[in-house]
C-alpha cells in the first residue's frame, strides 16, 4: 500500500473514531501496517504525532461544543470525548487551549485546530511545505461574502520559537488567534488556514475597515506572551486582500496564502 493511503485510511479512522477509545496501535492495524511505520509517516508529512493529533482534534471538537451547545454540561462534553472525569478532560483541554473549558466557553470560538487532509503528491513524493486543512464548510460563506475583503497572518520567525519548545509554539498561535479575533468585528469569522497561517474573513465590502482591522494587528507586533518564566516577542505577518473573482473554493485557499506569501517579501 503506497504512503498516500496508509494516511488516508489513518485520517478518515481517526475521525469516525474520535469519541472511542482509540490508541496508535488501532490505528495502524486499520491499515495493516506497523505502529513505527505510521508514526514515523505521520511525523514527517503533518509533523505531529498520531496521539497528539487525536487529542487536539478532540479538544477542537469539545471548543466547539461548549461554545455552541450552551445547555450541555461540561462533564457531558467531556464524556462525549472519551474522558471519564471533569478533571481529566480540563487537563487536556488547557494543553491545548491554556484556558480552563469555563473560561472558554465565554470567548469566542475559532477553529485552531481543523481536521487534516492529506496533501497532494505525486507518487510518494509529498509536497511538504505547508499543511493542508479543510475549511470546506466554509465555502457557503466565502459565497456569500465573496465582495468582502480578507485580513490574513502568518507569524515571523516561527522555527525559532517552536526551537524553544512545542508548546511555546501552540502559545504563540494561541496569541496569534487572540490578537486576531480582539482586532475582527463581531461579524468577522476568524479561522486557520495552515500551520500558523490565520485569517479574518470580514463582513465588510469596504477597505478602510479591512486596513482598520490589519493596523490593529500590527499596532501590537513585538509585544510578548509568557511561556513559562520567559516573555517572547511575537510579530505577525499582516495582509489585506479581495478575492471577489475567486469562484471555487481552491482558488480562494491559493489567493489567501498568496497574499500571506506577498506580505513577507515587504
Same mark, same amino acid.
Given at each position: 500500500?503506497?504512503?498516500?493511503?496508509?494516511?488516508?485510511?489513518?485520517?478518515?479512522?481517526?475521525?469516525?473514531?474520535?469519541?472511542?477509545?482509540?490508541?496508535?496501535?488501532?490505528?495502524?492495524?486499520?491499515?495493516?501496517?506497523?505502529?513505527?511505520?505510521?508514526?514515523?509517516?505521520?511525523?514527517?508529512?503533518?509533523?505531529?504525532? !498520531?496521539?497528539?493529533? %487525536?487529542?487536539?482534534?478532540?479538544?477542537?471538537?469539545? *471548543?466547539?461544543? =461548549?461554545?455552541?451547545?450552551? +445547555? /450541555?454540561?461540561?462533564?457531558?462534553?467531556?464524556?462525549?470525548?472519551?474522558?471519564?472525569?471533569?478533571?481529566?478532560?480540563?487537563?487536556?483541554?488547557?494543553?491545548?487551549?491554556?484556558?480552563?473549558?469555563?473560561?472558554?466557553?465565554?470567548?469566542?470560538?475559532?477553529?485552531?485546530?481543523?481536521?487534516?487532509?492529506?496533501?497532494?503528491?505525486?507518487?510518494?513524493?509529498?509536497?511538504?511545505?505547508?499543511?493542508?486543512?479543510?475549511?470546506?464548510?466554509?465555502?457557503?460563506?466565502?459565497?456569500?461574502?465573496?465582495?468582502?475583503?480578507?485580513?490574513?497572518?502568518? !507569524?515571523?520567525?516561527? %522555527?525559532?520559537?517552536?526551537?524553544?519548545?512545542?508548546? *511555546?509554539?501552540? =502559545?504563540?498561535?494561541?496569541? +496569534? /488567534?487572540?490578537?486576531?479575533?480582539?482586532?475582527?468585528?463581531?461579524?468577522?469569522?476568524?479561522?486557520?488556514?495552515?500551520?500558523?497561517?490565520?485569517?479574518?474573513?470580514?463582513?465588510?465590502?469596504?477597505?478602510?475597515?479591512?486596513?482598520?482591522?490589519?493596523?490593529?494587528?500590527?499596532?501590537?507586533?513585538?509585544?510578548?506572551?509568557?511561556?513559562?518564566?520567559?516573555?517572547?516577542?511575537?510579530?505577525?505577518?499582516?495582509?489585506?486582500?479581495?478575492?471577489?473573482?475567486?469562484?471555487?473554493?481552491?482558488?480562494?485557499?491559493?489567493?489567501?496564502?498568496?497574499? !500571506?506569501?506577498?506580505?513577507?517579501?515587504?
Amino acid at each position: 500500500m503506497q504512503n498516500i493511503e496508509l494516511l488516508m485510511l489513518a485520517l478518515e479512522y481517526i475521525e469516525v473514531h474520535l469519541c472511542d477509545e482509540i490508541k496508535t496501535e488501532d490505528v495502524a492495524a486499520f491499515c495493516f501496517c506497523s505502529k513505527s511505520t505510521l508514526e514515523k509517516l505521520f511525523r514527517s508529512v503533518h509533523d505531529i504525532s !498520531i496521539h497528539d493529533y %487525536i487529542v487536539r482534534r478532540r479538544m477542537m471538537l469539545a *471548543a466547539k461544543k =461548549l461554545s455552541q451547545e450552551l +445547555q /450541555m454540561s461540561i462533564l457531558d462534553i467531556a464524556l462525549e470525548y472519551g474522558y471519564s472525569t471533569h478533571e481529566s478532560f480540563a487537563r487536556a483541554f488547557e494543553q491545548v487551549w491554556n484556558c480552563k473549558p469555563s473560561e472558554f466557553r465565554k470567548a469566542k470560538f475559532t477553529e485552531l485546530f481543523p481536521r487534516l487532509n492529506v496533501p497532494p503528491s505525486k507518487g510518494d513524493n509529498y509536497i511538504m511545505q505547508r499543511k493542508h486543512v479543510d475549511i470546506s464548510e466554509l465555502y457557503d460563506l466565502f459565497q456569500e461574502r465573496k465582495d468582502c475583503y480578507f485580513v490574513v497572518c502568518d !507569524i515571523k520567525h516561527m %522555527i525559532p520559537i517552536n526551537e524553544i519548545s512545542r508548546k *511555546a509554539g501552540d =502559545l504563540a498561535i494561541l496569541e +496569534q /488567534m487572540r490578537r486576531m479575533t480582539a482586532a475582527a468585528g463581531e461579524d468577522d469569522i476568524v479561522f486557520r488556514i495552515g500551520g500558523d497561517e490565520f485569517c479574518i474573513l470580514t463582513a465588510s465590502k469596504e477597505l478602510p475597515y479591512a486596513n482598520q482591522i490589519a493596523d490593529k494587528i500590527r499596532s501590537v507586533n513585538e509585544h510578548t506572551f509568557s511561556y513559562q518564566d520567559r516573555e517572547i516577542p511575537l510579530t505577525l505577518y499582516v495582509a489585506v486582500v479581495s478575492l471577489k473573482e475567486c469562484s471555487r473554493y481552491e482558488e480562494v485557499f491559493a489567493g489567501l496564502h498568496n497574499a !500571506i506569501k506577498e506580505s513577507k517579501t515587504y
